[in-house]
């Protein structure tokens, strides 16, 4: 993977990300994958994304919130999704949290949320907000947890606890169960 283009790509998400807040002045979601490792374009990453795109938006409908514009992207830092969604930006964040702490694929999602003024809305904003999904006050959440063991990932990482075959062999695992699931998710149209 050429770091060149992998930083492009990342600034062109993250202007896209910008200009649909702007041009619709409502928070914006984006969604990719947690892959480690230089490839990020595994089998069954489509397929896993699709099946994540889709559980947010039933959760967004749900929730009475409604897309308004999306954007997919595929590059070296393999694929992903935006949308410019109408609801609350904090609810919209605990959609994604509770997708990526329940849903079978959640440990693969990175799901961010910018408010309609372009500010990043992170999982500590959700601490003392009003849960408008079962109409309890969120907790604090807890940090993601390593794809092997029950610690958070971010110290596992630093501390080079696992090796990336390790990683990999997990997450091959779940994208195979994604391939072997796809098409089953229901589409969401803006």
């Known amino acids: 993977m050429d770091f060149c283009q992998l930083l492009a790509e990342r600034e062109r998400r993250w202007n896209t990300r910008l200009s649909l807040a702007g041009l619709y002045n409502c928070p914006v979601f984006s969604l990719t994958l947690n892959i480690p490792g230089p490839d990020k374009n595994l089998p069954g990453a489509d397929a896993a994304l699709g099946q994540l795109r889709a559980a947010l938006c039933a959760a967004v409908t749900a929730a009475g919130g409604r897309l308004v514009d999306e954007c997919r992207f595929a590059g070296p830092d393999g694929p992903a999704w935006i949308a410019a969604v109408r609801m609350d930006a904090m609810t919209l964040k605990l959609l994604a949290v509770t997708v990526e702490e329940n849903h079978v694929l959640g440990r693969l999602a990175d799901a961010d949320v910018m408010?309609?003024?372009?500010?990043?809305?992170?999982?500590?904003?959700?601490?003392?907000?009003?849960?408008?999904?079962?109409?309890?006050?969120?907790?604090g959440r807890a940090p993601r947890q390593c794809f092997l063991c029950s610690?958070?990932?971010?110290?596992?990482?630093?501390?080079?606890?696992?090796?990336?075959?390790?990683?990999?062999?997990?997450?091959?695992?779940?994208?195979?169960?994604?391939?072997?699931?796809?098409?089953?998710?229901q589409p969401c149209q803006p």
């Open 115 to 139: 408010d309609a003024q372009g500010q990043p809305v992170n999982r500590e904003h959700l601490a003392d907000t009003p849960n408008a999904v079962d109409g309890g006050a969120a907790q």
């Open 151 to 185: 610690r958070p990932a971010s110290l596992c990482r630093r501390e080079g606890r696992h090796s990336l075959e390790e990683l990999l062999g997990v997450v091959r695992n779940t994208l195979r169960r994604a391939s072997e699931a796809a098409g089953q998710e």
